[in-house]
């Protein structure tokens, strides 16, 4: 992935982050928010879908995008912000799921399935960092649903959408970003990795 591209993606992430906080604060009860929120999401999981051939998750999207035209037809709901909190709680709670269950006994923990695809040697030190990060990435997810519903239930609307759509894409960014020169300062010696082929290794890992 080239850096200009990488750009670009970044900045379509962070006007997507602004205008989803202004539509939150300023229109959030409209349905055509909901959709303009839900919509870009529901396409990334589609395209997910498509792109890994999981029928079920297709299957997924197409019950909630009809969901969403139901939503939008008889002009959205009457607790909307509840709905966004749900939303941002379940996105959470499914990546730490899919993190999660593979810690179960007998399975491979994602980051293993990931490293042992990108790696030419994949050394035992190395299996149990990548071990401790999966499940390290499940707490910070966890983190996040508890953060929110905390922000959600004592500060202001105004607070929670910032916090929703500007602060945890930047958490999100800063906590790899974090562990990428944690892992180059305490262990030197572990062979690098693109961000393009980490992405690649989590695309096809088993589903």
């Not at 491979?108 to 050394?123: D, K, N, S, W």
């Not at 030190?125 to 966890?142: C, D, G, N, Q, S």
């Not at 961000?195 to 695309?203: I, K, T, V």
Request: net charge positive.
């Amino acid at each position: 992935m080239s850096s200009l591209r990488v750009a670009a993606v970044l900045g379509l992430v962070a006007a997507y982050a602004v205008a989803s906080h202004l539509l939150m604060t300023h229109a959030s009860t409209h349905p055509w928010t909901v959709a303009a929120l839900f919509g870009p999401l529901l396409a990334a999981a589609a395209w997910s879908g498509w792109h890994t051939r999981q029928p079920r998750l297709l299957l997924g999207c197409a019950v909630a995008l009809l969901v969403l035209v139901g939503v939008v037809a008889r002009g959205g709901v009457e607790d909307v912000n509840r709905l966004y909190v749900l939303q941002h709680g379940g996105i959470h709670l499914a990546l730490a799921f899919t993190f999660g269950i593979t810690l179960r006994a007998g399975a491979v923990p994602l980051i293993v399935a990931m490293g042992e695809r990108v790696h030419r040697v994949f050394t035992a030190e190395m299996r149990a960092y990548a071990r401790r990060l999966t499940a390290v990435w499940v707490v910070y997810f966890i983190a996040m649903v508890v953060v929110s519903l905390i922000v959600y239930a004592l500060a202001p609307w105004s607070w929670w959408s910032f916090f929703c759509n500007l602060i945890t894409p930047v958490a999100a960014v800063a906590f790899f970003a974090g562990e990428h020169v944690w892992r180059h300062w305490r262990h030197p010696h572990f062979e690098p990795v693109s961000l393009r082929a980490a992405w690649d290794a989590y695309q096809k890992r088993p589903t």
